[in-house]
């Protein structure tokens, strides 16, 4: 078997008493049948033309010695290293993909001017520019971030006499604005089936093109998602599927809304930060949804589970699953990656459908994009800082939180506005190749506040589970790490530089969620690159 789950305690009497239904109505077999009427009327366009992703396998197969060729055909020319451009599904995906098979690829998610420049100058162990394709990956082809990495690398490419069109490789939908360009300039173009959506197009050519050209053998991920199929288009209660979608979306108003995962011990890479964005994005709506939380096995929340938390615990083998038995009420998981990407998205649709929301669809996402386009038009002076101690400046959305005139007055007072079912949100908007140590305040935090607490590297997560944020329940507080820094990057053709455009998207979506939502936020700008920022939160706490 490709894919095992068990479930114990609490969960399993969740799941035993929502089979029945989810059997009974048949919904496995109709994902598989591309049934768009499964998620309701207000739903049935959108389901309509978000249901390629079942067929992802097949439809792919050919892909496979296309990219085969075009990989030696680059490496026959020295080109070794491969960097992606893509937000959302389209680079968290690839990157889980490459980490579990042990294979380099430079993941370009981040509009950081530090970062880019890391991306186009390269390092002496992977090669520099001149051994690097580009792929960029896009489904509207309009993304502000891809398309500002396009732009840099193209004139990277051209100050050092190379020609952009032997470099750089697009993905995207048939028809975007970005085939038609991309065309026009020589570059090499595959476009993806456009009837799946970002966050489900891991084994499209979104997750493919860019793993195969980095030494991944897709072929055998594929294969691993062949093995899966028929297990969950079955209408049975032995689907992985079902079972998953009821565990983590079943038991009516006594749910619990929030999703623990945590990876101990399995070879696969990086996985819940894939999961988290497929989750969050497909139900984090119209009020509701499912928060995951991305956890080590010795975070905070394991030790006094919350009441409102399911734990998700993934696991190397199904033989393993009785060396966890003392964790009593949680689900265990083990598979491959190519199962694991197969289960996740059809429990994840099944999930919308047992949450009343349509699984497809991201209403709540465009509102940031568009507060930051207003503000890089605008160009408004920032706020004044509330205060400012230590190398931080603190802005606040309610002046009330910055009362107490210091950090740990200003964190206590965040954390006082958490609701007892609320979370904390973390979002570093910083170059992180520079501070990779910012993720640990994820552990500081939670231990600090009390409550489940999740963690975002900006802008990266706004493609992800910034949705949740603004459509889901109103529980959350959010605290936005940004930075002063005086590296920045020209974007060719825009009159906005990496800088300013990072700086208007951390401003547009606290904007979003402190004006239009009424979240509360917490902004520390640091305005010293030597600031060690988990000492000044050890110190806090």
Avoid: C
Avoid at 91 to 112: M, N, Y
């Amino acid at each position: 078997m490709s894919f095992a789950v068990k479930v114990t305690g609490h969960v399993k009497s969740v799941v035993d008493e929502e089979l029945p239904v989810l059997t009974g109505s048949l919904i496995a077999s109709g994902i598989t049948a591309g049934d768009a009427t499964l998620w309701g009327p207000a739903a049935e366009e959108e389901a309509s033309r978000r249901l390629g992703w079942v067929q992802a396998v097949s439809v792919s197969r050919p892909l496979v010695a296309e990219i085969t060729a075009l990989r030696d055909e680059l490496v026959a020319q020295g080109v070794t290293r491969v960097v992606l451009a893509g937000m959302g599904g389209s680079s968290l995906a690839p990157e889980v993909i490459a980490q579990t098979a042990g294979v380099p690829l430079v993941i370009l998610d981040s509009t950081a001017p530090g970062q880019v420049l890391a991306a186009i100058d390269g390092d002496a162990e992977s090669g520099g520019l001149a051994q690097t394709v580009l792929v960029v990956s896009s489904k509207s082809g309009s993304t502000v971030e891809t398309d500002s990495a396009r732009r840099a690398f193209e004139a990277a490419y051209r100050d050092v006499g190379i020609d952009p069109a032997g470099r750089i490789v697009v993905v995207t939908d048939p028809g975007s604005p970005l085939e038609t360009s991309a065309r026009e300039a020589g570059y090499r173009v595959f476009t993806a089936d456009p009837n799946v959506g970002g966050r489900y197009s891991a084994l499209t050519a979104f997750g493919l093109v860019p793993t195969g050209l980095a030494g991944v053998d897709i072929d055998a991920l594929l294969d691993e998602a062949d093995a899966t199929l028929l297990e969950v288009a079955i209408d049975s209660p032995e689907n992985p599927a079902l079972v998953m979608a009821a565990a983590i979306a079943g038991g009516g108003a006594l749910r619990r809304d929030k999703l623990g995962l945590v990876t101990d011990g399995t070879h696969i890479i990086g996985l819940p930060d894939w999961i988290e964005q497929l989750v969050a994005e497909s139900t984090g709506k119209n009020g509701t949804g499912i928060l995951p939380v991305v956890l080590l096995p010795v975070s905070p929340e394991l030790e006094d589970v919350p009441d409102d938390l399911r734990i998700v615990r993934l696991v190397d083998d199904a033989e393993q699953f009785h060396l966890f038995e003392r964790h009593h009420d949680e689900v265990l998981v083990s598979g491959s990656l190519g199962a694991q990407f197969i289960v996740w998205e059809y429990a994840t649709a099944i999930a919308g459908r047992l949450l009343g929301i349509d699984p497809f669809d991201q209403p709540d996402v465009e509102s940031a994009k568009v507060a930051a386009r207003g503000l890089l038009d605008a160009r408004p002076e920032p706020a004044p800082p509330a205060f400012a101690r230590d190398g931080v400046e603190v802005r606040v959305s309610d002046p009330a939180l910055a009362a107490g005139g210091t950090l740990a007055s200003v964190l206590d007072a965040l954390w006082a506005r958490i609701p007892a079912d609320g979370y904390v949100n973390i979002q570093a908007y910083v170059n992180r190749l520079e501070v990779p140590q910012l993720a640990g305040l994820r552990e500081l935090v939670a231990a600090d506040a009390g409550r489940p607490t999740t963690f975002g590297w900006g802008p990266r997560f706004l493609h992800s589970t910034g949705q949740y944020h603004k459509g889901g329940p109103a529980t959350g507080v959010f605290l936005q790490i940004v930075e002063r820094t005086d590296v920045d990057l020209e974007i060719p053709g825009r009159p906005f530089t990496f800088g300013q455009l990072i700086q208007a998207q951390a401003a547009g979506d606290a904007g979003v969620l402190a004006d239009g939502h009424g979240r509360p936020v917490v902004t520390l700008t640091l305005t010293d690159p030597q600031v060690d920022v988990l000492s000044l939160f050890e110190a806090a706490q």
